[in-house]
């Protein structure tokens, strides 16, 4: 079965700092991979998609990027951070019909 | 585009009480349908399934029904524990015009059940 990480679990970082945020799966090889974003109280919001190494869909034109360097690793960047990049971060994965996603890592921008 | 609506939380239940969410949905095409858990300071666990009309997913005593003529896929369970406290998400996937797949989420409705 398939196995999501998220590295790390929390983040406290001030506005305009650099962020990267790691997912990475096992047991399952070309996974169709995603980024949502849950912003307290609220639902979830797809960030991007990828299909594949180097493919990547944005959904929502932001201060956010996304990047797919090898098959089984996605992650999701920024340069400078703002107050409302705060949220509750989750990456998923596709497998036939299902998304299966992972623990998530909470971000507090001060 | 694709919609999900789910009732407004949060809802508070008494233990072995009986629980209803509803979520209506729309769509073009045949779109899955699901419901996702979320408890607290944890990601998304799948709940249940339908991928057509008429199918029941259930799980863990939850059901739901995949209803075409009313587009809804509402979430029910008959006895509620202390443990199901949580946020459910109703959710369906389906085909964009360019051939990827998307879930569209609704905004998710805050379970508390009360000993």
């Known amino acids: 079965s398939q196995t999501i990480h998220q590295w790390p679990a929390t983040l406290v970082q001030p506005v305009g700092s650099p962020l990267s945020l790691e997912c990475t799966v096992e047991?399952?090889?070309?996974?169709?991979l995603y980024w949502y974003r849950q912003a307290a109280g609220r639902g979830l919001q797809l960030l991007f998609y990828?299909?594949?190494?180097?493919?990547i869909s944005s959904e929502v034109p932001q201060n956010l990027s996304a990047s797919r360097p090898q098959d089984r690793q996605f992650i999701l960047s920024s340069k400078k951070l703002l107050l409302s990049d705060s949220g509750f971060y989750l990456c998923?994965?596709?497998?036939?019909?299902?998304?299966?996603f992972g623990p998530g890592t909470r971000l507090t921008v001060t | 585009g694709d919609s999900v609506t789910q009732m407004e939380g949060p809802v508070t239940l008494s233990e072995e009480a009986f629980l209803t969410i509803n979520c209506t949905y729309t769509?073009?095409?045949?779109?899955?349908l699901f419901w996702y858990v979320q408890y607290p300071g944890e990601g998304l666990q799948l709940l249940l399934k339908?991928?057509?009309?008429?199918d029941k997913g259930s799980n863990k005593g939850f059901e739901a029904t995949y209803r075409k003529e009313t587009t809804s896929f509402h979430l029910e369970k008959g006895s509620v524990q202390v443990s199901d406290s949580a946020v459910y998400f109703c959710?369906?996937?389906?085909?964009?015009?360019?051939?990827?797949?998307?879930?569209?989420f609704g905004k998710g409705t805050k379970l508390s059940v009360i000993p």
């Open positions: 769509a073009t095409g045949y779109p899955s």
């Open positions: 339908a991928t057509k009309a008429d």
């Open positions: 990828s299909v594949g190494i180097g493919q």
């Open positions: 998923a994965l596709r497998t036939s019909y299902e998304q299966y």
């Open positions: 047991g399952t090889s070309n996974p169709n």
């Open positions: 959710a369906l996937a389906a085909y964009s015009g360019a051939g990827s797949y998307q879930l569209t």
